[in-house]
């Protein structure tokens, strides 16, 4: 099965795994674990700002850093930017925060509320070029479907 069928069927048990569910750390544990039993990523968890930080969410993977200044790393500079943000190489994004040394890769989707940044999901892999636009793609349908619930 290819990355885009492997999306279009966890998108519906994403959908299923959330509806009804109103705590959005409960959502957020299950949206991981589903995406990171599905695609064995080497980290995938979610960072939630609070007091102008993000601070470390839901997670599956090795340890991470906790927090994470805005507009630093990956992650606080798709927190700042309000966009996606793919890195193939993270070795080469100036001001990487490097949590693991064995993560070569990185995708960072926003997740909203009320047109504002709450959280970001994270997933980073071993290999180099993980992401690409497929992944955007379908991840930026999952922080809707958090969004939304």
Same mark, same amino acid.
Not at 10 to 22: C, F, T
Not at 120 to 135: K, M, Q
């Given at each position: 099965m290819n990355k885009q069928e492997t999306y279009l069927q +966890? +998108?519906?048990?994403?959908? $299923? +795994? *959330? $509806? =009804?569910?109103?705590d959005l750390i409960a959502n957020m544990a299950n949206i991981v674990a589903a995406l990171y039993e599905a695609f064995g990523f080497w980290w995938t968890g979610f960072y939630r700002v609070s007091d102008d930080m993000l601070v470390l969410g839901p997670f599956q993977g090795p340890i991470a850093c906790t927090r994470i200044?805005? =507009?630093r790393g990956v992650c606080g500079s798709a927190w700042a930017q309000g966009q996606t943000i793919i890195v193939p190489n993270v070795h080469e994004f100036a001001g990487h925060i490097a949590c693991s040394s064995a993560s070569n890769s990185e995708i960072v989707v926003p997740i909203r509320s009320d047109g504002r940044v709450i $959280?970001?999901?994270? *997933?980073? #892999?071993?290999?180099?070029? $993980?992401?690409? #636009?497929?992944?955007?793609?379908?991840?930026?349908?999952?922080a809707a479907i958090l969004s939304a619930g």
């Open positions: +966890l +998108l519906p048990q994403i959908r $299923a +795994l *959330i $509806a =009804g569910e109103q200044p805005h =507009g $959280a970001v999901l994270d *997933i980073d #892999s071993t290999d180099y070029n $993980a992401f690409d #636009s497929t992944d955007q793609y379908y991840l930026e349908q999952v």
